[in-house]
Protein backbone atom coordinates (compact mmCIF):
# COMPACT_ATOMS: atom_id res chain seq x y z
CA UNK A 1 0.00 0.00 0.00
CA UNK A 2 1.23 3.20 -0.90
CA UNK A 3 2.07 5.74 1.41
CA UNK A 4 -0.32 8.50 -0.26
CA UNK A 5 -3.14 5.60 -0.06
CA UNK A 6 -2.49 5.35 3.88
CA UNK A 7 -2.31 9.28 4.45
CA UNK A 8 -5.80 9.27 2.17
CA UNK A 9 -7.17 6.62 4.41
CA UNK A 10 -5.92 8.35 7.65
CA UNK A 11 -7.65 11.75 6.54
CA UNK A 12 -11.16 9.49 5.97
CA UNK A 13 -10.63 8.42 9.18
CA UNK A 14 -10.60 11.74 11.02
CA UNK A 15 -13.28 13.41 8.95
CA UNK A 16 -15.59 10.17 10.17
CA UNK A 17 -14.52 11.10 13.45
CA UNK A 18 -14.99 14.82 13.53
CA UNK A 19 -18.73 14.65 11.62
CA UNK A 20 -19.81 11.62 14.67
CA UNK A 21 -18.81 14.41 17.55
CA UNK A 22 -19.86 17.07 15.83
CA UNK A 23 -23.68 14.81 15.21
CA UNK A 24 -23.47 13.62 18.51
CA UNK A 25 -23.13 17.75 19.83
CA UNK A 26 -26.09 18.43 17.82
CA UNK A 27 -28.74 16.12 19.70
CA UNK A 28 -31.10 16.39 22.58
CA UNK A 29 -29.57 14.88 25.70
CA UNK A 30 -32.88 13.13 27.23
CA UNK A 31 -34.82 14.19 30.03
CA UNK A 32 -34.44 11.56 31.86
CA UNK A 33 -30.29 11.87 31.90
CA UNK A 34 -30.58 15.26 32.77
CA UNK A 35 -33.21 14.25 35.87
CA UNK A 36 -30.49 11.87 36.92
CA UNK A 37 -27.58 13.87 36.36
CA UNK A 38 -29.37 16.60 38.88
CA UNK A 39 -30.31 13.72 41.37
CA UNK A 40 -26.47 12.70 41.37
CA UNK A 41 -25.51 16.00 42.36
CA UNK A 42 -27.52 16.48 45.42
CA UNK A 43 -25.55 17.25 48.41
CA UNK A 44 -25.41 14.02 51.29
CA UNK A 45 -26.36 16.42 53.97
CA UNK A 46 -29.86 17.27 55.14
CA UNK A 47 -31.32 19.56 58.65
CA UNK A 48 -34.35 19.91 60.07
CA UNK A 49 -35.79 21.90 63.09
CA UNK A 50 -38.67 20.82 64.72
CA UNK A 51 -40.96 22.11 67.63
CA UNK A 52 -40.76 18.44 69.94
CA UNK A 53 -43.48 16.94 72.08
CA UNK A 54 -42.13 14.66 74.60
CA UNK A 55 -44.50 12.41 76.26
CA UNK A 56 -43.43 10.29 78.63
CA UNK A 57 -45.32 7.20 79.99
CA UNK A 58 -46.31 6.98 83.75
CA UNK A 59 -44.61 4.34 84.83
CA UNK A 60 -41.79 3.70 87.04
CA UNK A 61 -41.73 2.29 90.83
CA UNK A 62 -39.71 2.20 93.97
CA UNK A 63 -38.38 -0.79 95.13
CA UNK A 64 -39.87 -2.90 97.47
CA UNK A 65 -42.82 -0.49 97.87
CA UNK A 66 -46.18 -2.48 96.97
CA UNK A 67 -48.27 -0.46 94.37
CA UNK A 68 -45.62 2.21 94.10
CA UNK A 69 -45.21 4.44 90.71
CA UNK A 70 -44.18 7.64 89.07
CA UNK A 71 -45.27 10.06 87.04
CA UNK A 72 -43.51 13.04 84.73
CA UNK A 73 -44.37 16.18 83.50
CA UNK A 74 -44.95 16.30 79.26
CA UNK A 75 -42.77 19.02 77.44
CA UNK A 76 -42.74 21.13 74.31
CA UNK A 77 -38.85 21.90 73.19
CA UNK A 78 -36.98 22.66 69.91
CA UNK A 79 -34.71 20.43 68.62
CA UNK A 80 -31.95 20.03 65.88
CA UNK A 81 -32.01 16.84 63.57
CA UNK A 82 -28.64 16.15 61.24
CA UNK A 83 -29.31 13.83 58.53
CA UNK A 84 -26.49 12.28 56.23
CA UNK A 85 -27.63 10.19 52.89
CA UNK A 86 -25.62 7.24 51.98
CA UNK A 87 -27.83 6.35 49.11
CA UNK A 88 -31.16 7.99 47.88
CA UNK A 89 -32.73 5.43 50.18
CA UNK A 90 -30.51 4.67 53.56
CA UNK A 91 -29.59 7.57 55.55
CA UNK A 92 -28.73 7.80 59.44
CA UNK A 93 -30.24 10.73 61.60
CA UNK A 94 -28.70 12.49 64.71
CA UNK A 95 -31.11 14.05 66.61
CA UNK A 96 -30.35 17.11 69.00
CA UNK A 97 -32.52 18.58 72.10
CA UNK A 98 -33.09 19.09 75.57
CA UNK A 99 -35.97 18.78 78.04
CA UNK A 100 -36.73 18.59 81.59
CA UNK A 101 -38.91 16.78 83.54
CA UNK A 102 -40.71 16.71 86.87
CA UNK A 103 -40.90 13.47 88.83
CA UNK A 104 -43.61 12.53 91.11
CA UNK A 105 -44.71 10.15 93.23
CA UNK A 106 -47.89 7.78 92.03
CA UNK A 107 -49.70 4.93 92.99
CA UNK A 108 -48.94 4.30 96.71
CA UNK A 109 -46.42 7.33 97.09
CA UNK A 110 -48.60 9.56 98.05
CA UNK A 111 -50.38 7.83 100.99
CA UNK A 112 -46.77 7.44 102.69
CA UNK A 113 -46.01 11.34 102.24
CA UNK A 114 -43.98 10.72 99.12
CA UNK A 115 -45.58 13.20 95.88
CA UNK A 116 -42.46 15.68 94.49
CA UNK A 117 -39.55 13.33 94.19
CA UNK A 118 -37.49 16.22 91.87
CA UNK A 119 -36.64 17.84 88.65
CA UNK A 120 -34.02 16.81 86.24
CA UNK A 121 -33.11 18.54 82.88
CA UNK A 122 -32.65 15.23 79.97
CA UNK A 123 -30.23 15.39 77.08
CA UNK A 124 -31.29 11.99 74.86
CA UNK A 125 -29.13 12.40 71.49
CA UNK A 126 -30.59 9.28 69.62
CA UNK A 127 -29.14 8.25 66.19
CA UNK A 128 -31.16 6.19 64.32
CA UNK A 129 -30.36 4.36 60.72
CA UNK A 130 -33.34 5.18 58.29
CA UNK A 131 -35.21 3.56 55.14
CA UNK A 132 -36.77 6.43 52.59
CA UNK A 133 -39.07 5.68 50.37
CA UNK A 134 -38.37 7.56 46.74
CA UNK A 135 -41.06 6.43 44.47
CA UNK A 136 -43.90 8.45 46.18
CA UNK A 137 -42.82 12.05 44.61
CA UNK A 138 -42.56 15.08 47.11
CA UNK A 139 -44.21 12.87 49.30
CA UNK A 140 -41.36 10.68 51.59
CA UNK A 141 -42.02 9.15 54.24
CA UNK A 142 -39.22 7.06 55.86
CA UNK A 143 -38.81 4.76 58.61
CA UNK A 144 -35.69 3.78 61.31
CA UNK A 145 -34.69 2.04 64.16
CA UNK A 146 -31.71 2.78 66.33
CA UNK A 147 -29.76 3.51 69.72
CA UNK A 148 -30.22 6.03 72.13
CA UNK A 149 -28.28 7.38 75.25
CA UNK A 150 -30.12 9.51 77.99
CA UNK A 151 -28.18 11.98 80.13
CA UNK A 152 -29.83 13.30 83.23
CA UNK A 153 -28.15 16.60 84.23
CA UNK A 154 -29.26 19.29 87.03
CA UNK A 155 -30.77 16.84 89.01
CA UNK A 156 -32.91 18.86 91.98
CA UNK A 157 -34.53 17.68 94.80
CA UNK A 158 -38.21 17.91 95.42
CA UNK A 159 -39.76 18.49 98.24
CA UNK A 160 -40.63 14.88 99.99
CA UNK A 161 -36.91 13.95 98.86
CA UNK A 162 -33.27 14.95 98.77
CA UNK A 163 -30.02 13.38 96.88
CA UNK A 164 -31.74 12.40 93.84
CA UNK A 165 -29.48 10.52 91.49
CA UNK A 166 -31.22 8.96 88.13
CA UNK A 167 -28.31 6.94 85.99
CA UNK A 168 -28.02 8.31 82.73
CA UNK A 169 -28.55 4.92 80.23
CA UNK A 170 -28.75 3.81 77.07
CA UNK A 171 -32.06 2.74 75.26
CA UNK A 172 -33.50 1.61 71.80
CA UNK A 173 -35.41 3.43 69.36
CA UNK A 174 -37.95 3.14 67.04
CA UNK A 175 -39.21 5.98 64.14
CA UNK A 176 -41.52 6.84 61.43
CA UNK A 177 -42.18 9.90 59.65
CA UNK A 178 -41.84 11.95 56.11
CA UNK A 179 -41.32 14.87 54.39
CA UNK A 180 -43.25 16.67 52.18
CA UNK A 181 -40.58 18.49 49.62
CA UNK A 182 -41.74 21.79 48.06
CA UNK A 183 -39.25 22.24 46.11
CA UNK A 184 -35.05 20.34 46.17
CA UNK A 185 -34.49 22.06 48.70
CA UNK A 186 -37.33 23.11 51.59
CA UNK A 187 -39.83 20.62 52.68
CA UNK A 188 -42.11 20.38 55.96
CA UNK A 189 -41.88 17.30 57.88
CA UNK A 190 -43.71 15.40 60.59
CA UNK A 191 -41.71 12.88 62.85
CA UNK A 192 -42.77 10.66 65.55
CA UNK A 193 -40.59 8.39 67.65
CA UNK A 194 -40.45 5.98 70.75
CA UNK A 195 -37.36 5.80 72.85
CA UNK A 196 -37.11 2.57 75.32
CA UNK A 197 -35.54 4.50 78.12
CA UNK A 198 -36.07 3.06 81.71
CA UNK A 199 -33.17 4.55 84.06
CA UNK A 200 -32.32 3.02 87.32
CA UNK A 201 -32.27 6.00 90.75
CA UNK A 202 -31.82 6.04 94.15
CA UNK A 203 -33.25 8.95 96.60
CA UNK A 204 -33.16 9.21 100.01
CA UNK A 205 -36.48 10.42 101.75
CA UNK A 206 -37.09 13.46 104.08
CA UNK A 207 -37.10 10.67 106.73
CA UNK A 208 -33.65 9.78 105.67
CA UNK A 209 -34.64 6.57 104.17
CA UNK A 210 -32.69 5.84 101.03
CA UNK A 211 -34.77 4.66 98.67
CA UNK A 212 -34.19 3.17 94.78
CA UNK A 213 -36.22 2.07 91.68
CA UNK A 214 -36.59 2.26 88.03
CA UNK A 215 -38.30 5.19 86.62
CA UNK A 216 -39.93 3.89 83.49
CA UNK A 217 -40.45 6.89 80.82
CA UNK A 218 -40.33 5.07 77.50
CA UNK A 219 -41.65 8.80 75.85
CA UNK A 220 -42.83 9.60 72.76
CA UNK A 221 -40.78 12.20 70.54
CA UNK A 222 -43.71 14.04 68.30
CA UNK A 223 -41.97 16.39 66.42
CA UNK A 224 -42.77 18.59 63.00
CA UNK A 225 -40.93 21.26 61.12
CA UNK A 226 -39.14 22.62 58.56
CA UNK A 227 -36.29 20.36 56.59
CA UNK A 228 -33.62 21.48 54.17
CA UNK A 229 -31.65 19.54 51.67
CA UNK A 230 -27.94 21.04 51.08
Known sequence: MSLKRVMGLMASAALMVSAGQALAADMPVPQEDIAAAAASEKSPWQIRVRALGVVPMDEGHVNGVAGSDLSYSSTVVPELDITYYFTDNIAAELILGTTWS??????????IGVSDVGETWILPPTLTLQYHFTNFGS??????????????????????SKKLDIENTFGAALQVG??????????????????????????????????????????WLIGAGVTYRF
Not at 102 to 111: A, I, N
Not at 200 to 215: E, I, M, P, Q
Open 178 to 219: FDYMVDDHWGVNFDVKKLFLEADYDVTLNNDAKVSGTAELNP
Open 102 to 111: DVDGDGSLPG
Open 139 to 160: FKPYIGAGINYTIFYNQDDGKD
